[in-house]
């Protein structure tokens, strides 16, 4: 048993997966505050058994810490740690049987050899110094969470979504969450291996996958064969270019057609790809256009109560 947690809880009890989890940590087993201030960013964390078949590359956590029952020897000076939230991580792939890692963080070294199923994770976003308290996590009725706030004998829960956003906008949002992609962005088949592996990630990812992607070359040539115009500027009749940039090129902007939320198949090919001005961009996004028509040369799009065809290339 991986003594950096409890014994398992009860598998008839088992949560439905929602692609959020609770890593329950004892800092009386497993020194949190010492990883967290090494700088290390990247570990393996045990869960749950009955939910290991759940775990997949691009879903979220929390770390959550209970009742912190070291003694002064173990503090070694240290203050103790309050019941709460120290780290948001990653998951960067499935649940395997291994050992543990990092065994000056145990207070029992020989814990780190028990091979237990266990998930790479990777820390982006470390709150040591300012934690979210339990306490003081303020959670509607539809937000609560029956483990995150009360606890249980276990390594790992799903977490409620509600329950994720709202911690999540307490930190600052998404996109202060430091989602780095060590994946290759640059062809055709880097982009469908991305595809592939963020199949089952949760929005937050999938939107930064689709962004990480728009920064790589394939976006980029996209936009210099388009000759970086607005390509529903365009089809409107309108002035389809945008300011200039210190570089020459005018601005422009490029948007996947099928939502990458939803990370089917293609949705992240230049295929999927059309540019479009800032403006428009963002009413593609939340405003009123239908997408009517999507073959292999072109898509036909009601915008302003106008129908447009913006061919593909």
Same mark, same amino acid.
């Not at 201030?37 to 209970?66: C, N």
């Not at 009360?150 to 509600?162: D, I, K, N």
């Not at 911690?167 to 592939?196: H, R, T, Y």
């Not at 996004?285 to 302003?304: A, Q």
């Given at each position: 048993? *991986?003594?950096?947690?409890?014994?398992?809880?009860?598998?008839?009890?088992?949560?439905?997966?929602?692609?959020?989890?609770? @890593? @329950?940590?004892?800092?009386?087993?497993?020194?949190?505050?010492?990883?967290?201030?090494?700088?290390?960013?990247?570990?393996? @964390?045990?869960?749950?058994?009955?939910?290991?078949?759940?775990?997949?590359?691009? #879903?979220?956590?929390?770390?959550?810490?209970?009742?912190?029952?070291?003694?002064?020897?173990?503090?070694?000076?240290?203050?103790?740690?309050?019941?709460?939230?120290?780290?948001?991580?990653?998951?960067?792939?499935?649940?395997?049987?291994?050992?543990?890692?990092?065994?000056?963080?145990?207070?029992?070294?020989?814990?780190? !050899?028990?091979?237990?199923?266990?998930?790479?994770?990777?820390?982006?976003?470390?709150?040591?110094?300012?934690?979210?308290?339990?306490?003081?996590?303020?959670?509607?009725?539809?937000?609560?969470?029956?483990?995150?706030?009360?606890?249980? #004998?276990?390594?790992?829960?799903?977490?409620?979504?509600?329950?994720?956003?709202?911690?999540?906008?307490?930190?600052?949002?998404?996109?202060?969450?430091?989602?780095?992609? !060590?994946?290759?962005?640059?062809?055709?088949?880097?982009?469908?291996?991305?595809?592939?592996?963020?199949?089952?990630?949760?929005?937050?990812?999938?939107?930064?996958?689709?962004?990480?992607?728009?920064?790589?070359?394939?976006?980029?040539?996209?936009?210099?064969?388009?000759?970086?115009?607005?390509?529903?500027?365009?089809?409107? !009749?309108?002035?389809?270019?945008?300011?200039?940039?210190?570089?020459?090129?005018?601005?422009?902007?490029?948007?996947?057609?099928?939502?990458?939320?939803?990370?089917?198949?293609?949705?992240?090919?230049?295929?999927?790809?059309?540019?479009?001005?800032?403006?428009?961009?963002?009413?593609?996004?939340?405003?009123?256009?239908?997408?009517?028509?999507?073959?292999? *040369?072109?898509?036909?799009?009601?915008?302003?109560?106008?129908?447009?065809?913006?061919?593909?290339?």
């Amino acid at each position: 048993m *991986d003594k950096r947690f409890s014994v398992e809880g009860n598998k008839s009890e088992k949560v439905k997966p929602t692609g959020y989890w609770t @890593f @329950f940590c004892n800092p009386k087993k497993w020194y949190i505050d010492e990883f967290i201030l090494s700088g290390k960013i990247e570990d393996s @964390f045990a869960v749950s058994e009955y939910h290991k078949e759940d775990f997949k590359p691009g #879903q979220l956590g929390v770390i959550r810490v209970g009742h912190d029952r070291r003694t002064k020897k173990q503090l070694a000076g240290k203050p103790k740690l309050v019941r709460g939230i120290y780290a948001v991580v990653k998951i960067l792939g499935s649940a395997e049987p291994m050992k543990g890692t990092e065994k000056e963080y145990w207070e029992d070294e020989g814990d780190a !050899n028990i091979v237990r199923y266990r998930v790479p994770i990777r820390y982006i976003k470390t709150l040591l110094r300012k934690p979210i308290l339990l306490d003081n996590l303020d959670l509607s009725a539809e937000e609560y969470d029956k483990y995150l706030i009360e606890g249980q #004998q276990g390594s790992s829960m799903p977490l409620s979504r509600l329950a994720f956003k709202k911690i999540i906008d307490i930190v600052g949002g998404s996109d202060n969450l430091e989602l780095v992609f !060590n994946e290759s962005n640059e062809d055709s088949d880097s982009i469908s291996k991305l595809e592939k592996k963020y199949y089952a990630a949760v929005p937050e990812v999938k939107e930064r996958v689709s962004r990480y992607i728009e920064r790589g070359s394939i976006a980029q040539e996209y936009k210099r064969r388009i000759g970086f115009k607005c390509q529903v500027c365009e089809a409107l !009749n309108l002035e389809p270019y945008s300011f200039k940039k210190p570089n020459g090129e005018y601005y422009v902007e490029t948007h996947h057609v099928i939502p990458v939320s939803e990370l089917q198949a293609g949705s992240l090919s230049a295929n999927n790809l059309i540019t479009v001005c800032a403006n428009h961009h963002r009413q593609l996004h939340y405003g009123e256009v239908n997408l009517l028509e999507n073959t292999d *040369d072109k898509y036909v799009f009601k915008i302003d109560n106008k129908t447009i065809v913006v061919n593909k290339i």
